[in-house]
């Protein structure tokens, strides 16, 4: 694995942003898969930037990692959301295609196999990741077993709770979610696991440092041949 410590996360965005910008520029049809969460914020940041002064995204395909059950792409805390207010709309140019999973599909296994199938007719080029506090990546959460494809996850307790701060009642944050799984993370091409601030330290080097365990899905990334890991001094504490 490629270990990069920045001394803050702005310069570690310029540098993830570089990296898909290497991509966007090397293909005919880049797939870039997508991530949501603070620690993204200052990649798109610096991906907004280099779209600003030229960097052509108008043939770029996006696959976001995940979204939450029972939010439509109107609700201010959904994934979409998200992805629109940090990155589509200030991109102020469209991309070929966007894709994220449709939390309120009525038929939700069936959109679980029409994002598996988007994956597939999508390589992933490169992949965007943030980690949790519990490891987990995407909604990919520590369990006995992992699942292969997109699947709806029943999120833990502890993943409630840290993302209850995004909502304004912590009764409000949804039970489940719909999440690539994690063959079709480590089917990118490329990967970059992002990471900062000291509470990521100790899920850092379990990650990175610790063998194998499904109840650290993040330590799978072990098993993939280009990663890159894009940290601050806080998060790579213990390395
Ligand atoms: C969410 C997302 C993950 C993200 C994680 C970390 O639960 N599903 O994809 O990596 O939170 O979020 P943050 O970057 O805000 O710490």
Redesign the pocket.
């Known amino acids: 694995m490629n270990i990069r410590v920045f001394r803050t996360p702005s310069d570690a965005g310029i540098y993830a942003a570089s990296m898909v910008e290497r991509v966007i520029t090397s293909s005919e049809r880049p797939v870039i898969g997508l ?6 914020l200052p990649v798109y940041d610096a991906l907004v930037n280099l779209v600003r002064c030229g960097l052509d995204v108008s043939h770029v395909t996006t696959l976001n ?2 979204e939450y059950v029972g939010l439509s792409p109107n609700h201010p805390q959904s994934y979409h959301w998200f992805m629109r207010e940090h990155l589509f709309s200030r991109i102020g140019t469209p991309m070929q295609a966007t894709h994220l999973p449709n939390g309120v599909a009525p038929d939700l296994e069936a959109e679980c196999e029409r994002y598996n199938d988007l994956i597939r007719n999508h390589p992933i080029d490169i992949q965007l ?4 506090v519990n490891g ?4 990919n959460e520590p369990s006995h077993t992992l699942i292969t494809g997109t699947h709806v996850v029943n999120l833990t307790p502890e ?1 409630i709770n ?2 209850a701060r995004f909502f304004s009642r912590k009764d409000d944050v949804p039970r489940q ?1 719909i999440t690539m799984g994690i063959q079709s993370i480590l089917q990118a091409k490329q990967i970059m696991l992002l990471a900062f601030g000291e509470h990521k330290a100790d899920i850092i080097y379990e990650a990175l440092k610790d063998g194998i365990r499904t109840d650290v899905p993040a330590s799978m990334l072990q098993l993939h041949k280009d990663v890159t890991v894009i940290l601050d001094s806080h998060s790579a504490a213990r390395l």
């Open positions: 991530a949501t969460g603070e620690t993204v990692l995940d990741l943030g980690i949790g987990h990546i995407g909604f993943t840290m993302n979610a």
